[in-house]
């Protein structure tokens, strides 16, 4: 009895990897058969997208940029050491607000509804901030981290925004024009102002304070 079980084990092990090819081929088949059934809806998803869809796209990153910013701002202002750079995070978290208000009235333009999509490039610049504050929080050099990080974020709106004004143009969303040009008014405005008080005072002292201390050792 044990010799006839050893015997059928025994073949049911030769008879394995027979089936296990058989089994093989029959996924092949079935996955060859999937494959050309999804074909159709494949190249449907794959019909090719129009500038104006880019545009669509692009508005929904900078919609979730601006949220990120308006949530972000209080907080540098908060960490601060110059009153100066603090009313001027306080002064853009005002003019953020209206920007986000103007984005809507572009969702409005194109008949879409405001959705955001998520904005990479804001989210890390806004993770280097987050970091500078926890790093440099006790720092003289807190200023100058805030303000630089600042105008990453400023130069990266300037950019999107002149965008985007060249593509409503081309698209001919006239009424979306001028909406976009306020906000890049103001980005242009923020960033020079930031880049006044870096050079009048923060960026200035920190370096005053080392060559001091430099002196000294
Ligand atoms: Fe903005
Ligand atoms: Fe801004």
Excluded at 33 to 57: G, M, V
Excluded at 81 to 103: C, I, M, P, Y
Excluded at 111 to 126: D, E, N, T
Excluded at 174 to 184: G, I, M, Q
Aim: a negative charge.
């Amino acid at each position: 009895m044990a010799r006839r079980t050893t015997k059928a084990a025994k073949r049911s092990t030769r008879a394995a990897p027979r089936r296990a090819q058989a089994a093989k081929k029959s996924t092949r088949k079935a996955s060859t058969k999937r494959s050309t059934a999804r074909k159709p809806a494949r190249r449907a998803a794959r019909e090719p997208k129009s500038l104006h869809d880019l545009f669509h796209e692009t508005l929904k990153d900078i919609y979730h940029a601006e949220k990120q910013i308006l949530r972000a701002l209080p907080k540098m202002a908060k960490a601060a050491n110059s009153d100066e750079l603090r009313a001027a995070f306080e002064k853009h978290r005002g003019e953020t607000e209206g920007q986000v208000d103007r984005l809507e009235q572009v969702f409005q333009i194109l008949g879409a509804p405001p959705k955001a999509k998520p904005c990479h490039a804001i989210m890390g610049l806004v993770e280097e901030g987050q970091e500078v504050m926890e790093e440099f929080g006790d720092s003289d050099a807190l200023d100058a981290g805030l303000l630089a990080g600042a105008q990453a974020v400023e130069h990266y709106e300037i950019s999107r925004y002149g965008t985007m004004i060249a593509w409503a143009q081309h698209l001919g969303l006239d009424d979306a024009v001028p909406l976009l040009e306020e906000t890049l008014e103001q980005e242009k405005a923020t960033d020079s102002a930031l880049t006044e008080l870096a050079e009048a005072s923060v960026n200035s002292e920190g370096e005053e304070e080392d060559f001091e201390e430099r002196r000294a050792a």
